[in-house]
């Protein structure tokens, strides 16, 4: 009862007092006693005798009894949630209600809905992750009901149900490979056989199918462009030697994205991070300004947030960390503004804490950031990863070799300890580590050769912070 609004509470009295629906007095009763005490419904007036009292005046309070009223108004409480959610389903009330009409043979009534539903729904709207699949069921009821009247056979209808559950395989899939990568390479699980990666390649590494996709995808089926979307994705995460599979599949969504609904957009953007991360073409592009970019355009297309208005805390702590190492000042202003009011109550202040940290980090004003980055208290491996990784940073800023060998050790330790890192990430920072402490040495030593021979060795190589290190090389101005 707390979760529902005042509306919704409205509505569940009227479902209560439906015939149709319920048909015990004794629910309705209690209903009508203990809605006067919403929405926190925590009044002593609620104990159990004393409600007793009020509906079942004069007799004696009875536990069993009372238990199946209150199972009782519990069950339809889980119905009105089904007939709330399934009248809010445009798309599953006409796939019910046609149905019901093939069930009864009324064909031609079938026709009519099935053709106005056609063409002022499933036509015009955006791509969303049932988007293939409903329309296969839909048109599925339509060729069952061929069979009863040959007249009602459409062209090519076979083809078109072919066709519809490619589209919705490959869409589902490539979303779902998505977290396949994030297990793997984030949360360091491996499966136990390579049947999926075998699958893939077979699939998505068809040159042919490649190239007779794109040629569809250039026409007017939208579906074709929708669909190559996510066969792009596929082949960069299966082609992560080359930067410009991971630009294809950017690029093919940014010109087709208006056929994406919002919340398809958002999952679209993470992959297209997570293809970015999967590519190891170090040396043709700059990863920070890449993920910034789209981190940007998720803010700008105002889907940053999740559908229900709820900031995602990786996604804010990556949002912060990629701006502040770019200094993009004014972006972590807006994320503190716009967005951190959306974080979780409970987390919010310590994610006030780490969005100043990079603030000021982003201002050049190290002794701030240092001392906010000291201030989280709050046990997530990524907040602590990326303001360890901080702290290491300002060191050198500080030229404090002292601070950094006592973060790098702790760090180290920190790394070997997590069992939930993978085998990459823990060599991508340890390599960090390695070349922070190069970087020390350079500054005192001032050796040009080993600065040539650093700086060809880090272009080439895949390391956290890899930007950061190439600047702070290159300042030392032993490369000129």
Known sequence: MRTLDREELKRFESFLNSPYFNTRSHVVKLFNVIKKYAPGFEDKALDKEEVWKKIS????????????????????????????EFSSNEHQR???????????????IFMNKYNSYDKNYLRSSKFYNEYFGEQYELMRRKFVMQAYDIRLRSKNISVQLAELLVFDFIAKFSNNFNNVYIEETELNETPENNFIKVFSSAVFSNTELEEYLEVLSNGSDKNFKIINIFFKLMRSYLNPHSIEFYYDFKNSLFENDKYISESAMRGLYAS???????????????????????????????????????????????AVKTAGYLKEKQFIERLIRDYLPNIDPDLRNNFRIFSLAYLHYSCNEFEKSLEYSNKINIDSFQMKYFLRNLQIIISFEKDDYEMFQYLSDSHRHFLSKNKSVSERYKESNLKFLNYTNSLFKLREAKDKTESFLLKNTLQADAVVNKQWLLEKLNNLGLND
Do not use: Q
């Open 57 to 84: 005046p004069g007799k004696e309070y009875n536990y069993g009894i009372f238990k199946n009223i209150i199972y009782d108004i519990t069950k339809l409480a889980e119905r009105f949630l089904e007939i709330e």
């Open 272 to 318: 297209l991070g997570s293809a970015l991360d999967n590519c190891d073409d170090v040396i043709n592009v700059n990863k920070n300004r890449e993920l910034y970019e789209i981190i940007y355009h998720l803010a700008e297309k105002n889907i940053f947030l999740s559908e229900d208005g709820k900031a995602i805390p990786s996604l804010y702590t990556l």
């Open 94 to 108: 006409m796939k019910n209600l046609l149905i019901k009409l093939g069930d009864k043979h009324l064909e031609n």
